[in-house]
């Protein structure tokens, strides 16, 4: 076993996954299985992002249910917080504290570059609001609060992750160090899962064809009919391969759930055609979602226990994180209380 020598600090990761809609399976396979695992090596802490999420309309009682089925979720998939302080951003007020602060140090023409923003803002054209704009002044904020060396992130999150480093260093660079720049964290097996029906794009929750993705949720006669719909190539050969965006996108969510390689899935499968395929990939990750489910079930039965994780969490989080920002707001010049 490769343990870090005790006087060795860890390093620290911090990452949080928004609480809108459905958690998908490429949720859990990119993101949220590689958390699970960085427990013992990293000091980690995680978030549900609930303060991002309502740069989109939220309906009250919908939201109120998400962030709850999040939290449970996410216990199930294996957060323990006892290793991992794992707490509900809106509980932790000093994040949108520094938040506010660091948007004083954000430039309009920074913001004004970032994809997600002109994505999101043709997307609800109807709400453009300032919110969507300073998301990542909110995310920068969850990060540096917490000193954290590392965050793992999607592609997609990359941009905002750059955008964080350039605050930090900008505001490093007047006051003297406070706070520590980030790495982004790429993980090993930096499985992208694509959508089932396009597999050109990655899978989203927020796609509208509901047989484009796998909820982590899904019951196994779904997982079933959406992997035997999923789109595939007409040469009904399993291998990876130019042009086979389907079977390629198959064969990478089989070897992420089997941790087999995808030779030895090409030799597993070797003369069989893409039904059986498609139905043994479905039964594959019906194995592996369901002991999640299981848990997931006896979680968001019991809300004391829910309520006591993410209290508990909280109350480490703001501890650590005021350290940060009476620091910040001492440097700047502010009257301590
Ligand atoms: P949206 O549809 O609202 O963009 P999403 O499903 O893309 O949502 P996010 O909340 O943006 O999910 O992402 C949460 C985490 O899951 C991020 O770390 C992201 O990189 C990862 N993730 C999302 N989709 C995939 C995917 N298809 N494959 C691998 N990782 C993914
Ligand atoms: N924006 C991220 C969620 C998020 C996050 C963070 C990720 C909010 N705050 C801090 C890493 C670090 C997303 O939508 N995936």
């Given at each position: 076993m490769s343990e870090a020598p005790v006087t060795e600090k860890k390093k620290v990761i911090f990452s949080a996954i928004q609480p809108s809609g459905t958690?998908?399976?490429?949720?859990?396979?990119g993101a949220l299985q590689n958390w699970v695992k960085l427990q013992d090596e990293y000091n980690c802490i995680f978030a549900v992002a609930d303060l991002h999420a309502i740069t989109v309309r939220q309906e009250p009682q919908h939201f109120r249910r998400n962030?709850?089925?999040a939290y449970a979720l996410l216990l199930a998939c294996g957060i323990d917080t006892e290793k991992s302080p794992f707490f509900i951003q809106s509980h932790v007020h000093t994040h949108a504290e520094l938040a506010w602060i660091?948007?004083?140090?954000?430039q309009f023409g920074e913001l004004s570059r970032m994809t997600q923003f002109k994505d999101k803002s043709q997307k609800h054209a109807d709400n453009v609001n300032a919110g969507l704009f300073t998301y990542p002044s909110l995310m920068a904020a969850d990060i540096l609060l917490y000193?954290?060396?590392l965050v793992p992130v999607g592609v997609d999150q990359k941009q905002h992750l750059e955008l964080a480093r350039n605050i930090a260093e900008r505001f490093n660079g007047i006051y003297g160090n406070t706070f520590r720049v980030p790495d982004p964290y790429i993980a090993q097996v930096g499985a992208k899962i694509m959508s089932l029906q396009d597999p050109t794009r990655k899978?989203?929750?927020s796609d509208e064809n509901v047989n484009a993705w796998v909820a982590v949720l899904d019951k196994p006669d779904i997982i079933m009919k959406k992997f035997k719909r999923a789109v595939t190539?007409?040469?009904a050969k399993i291998c990876v391969g130019e042009g086979k965006d389907g079977i390629n996108n198959l064969i990478g969510i089989m070897s992420a759930v089997t941790g087999k390689t995808s030779d030895e899935i090409t030799a597993d499968f070797e003369g069989k055609g893409y039904g059986d395929f498609k139905v043994a990939v479905a039964e594959a990750v019906i194995e592996k979602l369901r002991p999640i489910q299981e848990r997931f079930d006896e979680y968001i039965a019991n809300k004391d226990y829910l309520t006591e994780q993410y209290r508990k969490s909280a109350e480490f989080a703001l501890r650590i994180s005021q350290r940060t920002l009476d620091k910040a707001m001492k440097k700047i010049g502010y009257l301590a209380k």
């Open positions: 958690i998908t399976l490429g949720n859990y396979l962030i709850l089925e660091l948007n004083c140090y954000t000193q954290a060396d899978m989203s929750k190539d007409s040469e």
